[in-house]
């Protein structure tokens, strides 16, 4: 894997995350929330699509990375952010900010999640395989 092809899944990552909710209000949470009849069997549609699109990102994530690396990957995040805020370089009470800064944390470590065997490989020289059951 190249940087260009790590670079596309992290875009493809926060393309998802920012489609499923952002500050904006143009988002797929939006436009479902309140929940009503107009338009169904399109946001039913659109709201699968996207359910599955997070479960093959999150099945990659939770077996490339593991509940340690994603757990370990927050804390980093959430230690940069207080330390933002320590420095004075962000303020608690912009919202806004931290609602952005949390839908890049997610797509971030969903990007890593799905390129991390690619990852591994340039760094360690090592393969990841698949469990492959003998038929």
């Known amino acids: 894997m190249n940087t260009s092809g790590f670079f596309l899944r992290w875009l493809f990552a926060l393309l998802l995350v920012f489609i499923t909710y952002n500050p904006t209000h143009y988002s797929l949470f939006h436009w479902l929330y309140p929940f009503q009849n107009e338009q169904l069997p399109l946001k039913i549609l659109s709201l699968l699509v996207i359910l599955v699109i997070y ?57 890593i999640g799905v390129s991390w065997s690619h990852i591994r490989k340039k760094l360690t020289g090592q393969f990841d395989t698949d469990d492959v059951e003998d038929s």
Request: hydrophobic share 65%; net charge positive; charged share 10%.
């Open 55 to 111: 479960l093959i990102f999150l099945r990659a994530t939770f077996r490339s990375i593991g509940l340690l690396g994603i757990i370990l990957a927050f804390s980093v995040s959430a230690t940069l952010v207080w330390l933002f805020i320590d420095q004075g370089w962000m303020r608690v009470d912009n919202y806004k900010a931290f609602s952005w800064i949390l839908l890049v944390v997610i797509g971030t470590i969903l990007g």
